[in-house]
């Protein structure tokens, strides 16, 4: 099972991203995914997680309004629309997969992880 992230790269503040996740191997048609990100000298932040089924979502308060997740099971994919950036953005994007339905930003809840995309917002 892998999951593939991808988008990330260099964008000047106010700018917009769009990240995707690929799983391939199986499908999470029942389990919940979810983004994080770790900046430099910073601990993981969990920024959202989505149902697979209902598309219910979650969003941290520091990328509420800006950041949006949003799946396509046909494409055994989740994405992450990233829209007025700011240098404090900037980190490596990771996707999960939860071995649950229901997300959570607890890190023990997910069980397989994608190897991380970084993002750089320049001011």
């Known amino acids: 099972v892998q999951l593939q992230a991808s988008g990330g790269g260099l964008v000047r503040a106010g700018g917009s991203l769009r990240l995707s996740c690929v799983a391939s191997?199986?499908?999470?048609?029942?389990?919940?995914m979810g983004w994080f990100r770790q900046a430099p000298g910073k601990e993981r932040e969990c920024l959202g997680h989505i149902r697979w089924r209902g598309g219910i979502t979650y969003y941290a308060d520091s990328v509420k309004g800006r950041f949006t997740i949003s799946r396509d099971n046909a494409k055994n994919a989740v994405y992450l629309q990233m829209t007025n950036l700011k240098p404090e953005d900037t980190a490596v994007y990771y996707c999960a997969a939860s071995r649950y339905s229901i997300g959570s930003c607890d890190y023990s809840h997910y069980n397989y992880w994608g190897q991380g995309t970084q993002v750089t917002v320049s001011s």
């Open positions: 191997g199986r499908t999470f048609s029942n389990n919940a």
